[in-house]
């Protein structure tokens, strides 16, 4: 299969990806030269999900599609922040799911910004509000279709990952999510006798494509603080779990990538701080670590606060993924 085939062929999957999801995609590309586009629409049905796009060579193109002029001047036209800048622009400007913003430089030296590096490419892509950056570097001794074609490649290939990571958070069973109650799912788990971080984790598993017996293994050993050592409470390493269940990857992450994964979980941990006065295990039970080793959870353990960690965790992330925490009745057994 020659190199243009095969990537026709990664298109078309994604292509019939988005529209056995109903989700609707669009571009904003400068040096792909509308090439994104051309290959997405070459499969039947595309029409249903593709909404549109622009090509945005000069900088003033990139303004007049909705980028913000200061980003450009601040951080130049090349950079993971202009891409980022194009996927949203892009993805608000066709009301999409999915906005994908392409920016860089091939061949040669750009006579209209001088600090260009052929072969420099930088991609976005942005899905429901989240944006991961990726930079590329394109080898110069490719024609300029080549390499339009490589990048073409590359960002099919993250989208695909994308798609799939997030398909809970974007897919056709999205609505069906938003409508469990995860805090009363977290809740049972931790009354049945799973540890707090394995309820808290737990109850998100399925949406996004994980079975929730294996995140209880996973999990097993975070509890009480991490085995309980009274470290970091396993309410928060059960936030840590399920957000990396639904936005990490599997291939190793870009350092951009990774610090924004880490900056979000650390926002939502720090909102269950500021609620509690602590992460810390052993500071919110008021308890040392002194290697005793409770039987049973008897009525001094239903005493301590962990059932409502664990609710107000759940509540923290049904915010997070789909908006507003579900409704919940007060428990006075807390």
Same mark, same amino acid.
Not at 10 to 34: A, H, K, P, V, W
Not at 43 to 68: I, L
Not at 88 to 103: K, L, P, S, Y
Not at 323 to 331: I, K, L, M, R, V
């Given at each position: 299969?020659?190199?243009?085939?095969?990537?026709?062929?990664?298109?078309?999957?994604?292509?019939?990806?988005?529209?056995?999801?109903?989700?609707?995609?669009?571009?904003?590309?400068?040096?792909?030269?509308?090439?994104?586009?051309?290959?997405?629409?070459?499969?039947?049905?595309?029409?249903?999900?593709?909404?549109?796009?622009?090509?945005?060579?000069?900088?003033?193109?990139?303004?007049?599609?909705?980028?913000?002029?200061?980003?450009?001047?601040?951080?130049?036209?090349?950079?993971?922040?202009?891409?980022?800048?194009?996927?949203?622009?892009?993805?608000?400007? =066709?009301?999409? &799911? $999915?906005?994908?913003? *392409? /920016?860089?430089?091939?061949?040669? %030296? #750009?006579? !209209?910004?001088?600090?260009?590096?052929?072969?420099?490419?930088? =991609?976005?892509? &942005? $899905?429901?509000?989240? *944006? /991961?950056?990726?930079?590329?570097? %394109? #080898?110069? !001794?490719?024609?300029?279709?080549?390499?339009?074609?490589?990048?073409?490649?590359?960002?099919?290939?993250?989208?695909?990952?994308?798609?799939?990571?997030?398909?809970?958070?974007?897919?056709?069973?999205?609505?069906?999510?938003?409508?469990?109650?995860?805090?009363?799912?977290?809740?049972?788990?931790?009354?049945?006798?799973?540890?707090?971080?394995?309820?808290?984790?737990?109850?998100?598993?399925?949406?996004?494509?994980?079975?929730?017996?294996?995140?209880?293994?996973?999990?097993?050993?975070?509890?009480?603080?991490?085995?309980?050592?009274?470290?970091?409470?396993?309410?928060?390493?059960?936030?840590?779990?399920?957000?990396?269940?639904?936005?990490?990857?599997?291939?190793?992450?870009?350092?951009?990538?990774?610090?924004?994964?880490?900056?979000?979980?650390?926002?939502?941990?720090?909102?269950?701080?500021?609620?509690?006065?602590?992460?810390?295990?052993?500071?919110?039970?008021?308890?040392?670590?002194?290697?005793?080793?409770?039987?049973?959870?008897?009525?001094?353990?239903?005493?301590?606060?962990?059932?409502?960690?664990?609710?107000?965790?759940?509540?923290?992330?049904?915010?997070?993924?789909?908006?507003?925490?579900?409704?919940?009745?007060?428990?006075?057994?807390?």
């Amino acid at each position: 299969m020659s190199r243009i085939d095969q990537v026709h062929s990664e298109y078309r999957e994604l292509t019939e990806q988005l529209i056995r999801m109903n989700r609707s995609i669009s571009f904003l590309e400068s040096c792909t030269s509308g090439l994104l586009s051309s290959l997405l629409t070459d499969t039947e049905g595309a029409s249903a999900v593709f909404k549109g796009s622009d090509v945005v060579y000069s900088n003033e193109a990139k303004v007049a599609s909705g980028v913000d002029e200061t980003v450009i001047e601040k951080f130049g036209v090349y950079s993971l922040e202009t891409a980022e800048a194009m996927a949203t622009a892009c993805r608000e400007r =066709f009301c999409t &799911d $999915i906005g994908v913003g *392409v /920016t860089g430089s091939l061949g040669t %030296v #750009d006579p !209209s910004n001088k600090d260009s590096v052929p072969g420099e490419v930088y =991609f976005a892509i &942005d $899905i429901c509000g989240r *944006v /991961t950056t990726c930079f590329i570097e %394109v #080898d110069n !001794s490719l024609s300029r279709f080549e390499g339009k074609l490589f990048v073409a490649d590359a960002v099919c290939k993250r989208l695909m990952d994308l798609v799939k990571q997030r398909r809970r958070l974007i897919g056709d069973e999205r609505e069906n999510m938003e409508k469990t109650n995860h805090v009363d799912k977290a809740r049972d788990l931790f009354e049945q006798g799973y540890n707090c971080a394995q309820a808290v984790a737990g109850a998100f598993a399925e949406d996004f494509g994980y079975s929730v017996p294996d995140v209880l293994k996973l999990t097993a050993a975070l509890g009480g603080g991490v085995a309980r050592m009274r470290e970091v409470c396993g309410t928060v390493l059960g936030i840590a779990v399920a957000i990396g269940m639904a936005e990490g990857k599997e291939t190793v992450p870009e350092r951009k990538e990774k610090a924004e994964l880490y900056s979000r979980v650390q926002a939502v941990s720090d909102k269950f701080r500021e609620e509690n006065g602590s992460i810390v295990c052993g500071e919110l039970l008021q308890v040392k670590r002194d290697g005793s080793v409770p039987s049973v959870r008897d009525s001094s353990f239903k005493k301590r606060p962990c059932k409502e960690y664990v609710a107000y965790a759940a509540g923290l992330l049904e915010q997070y993924f789909y908006g507003e925490p579900a409704a919940t009745e007060s428990d006075s057994s807390f």
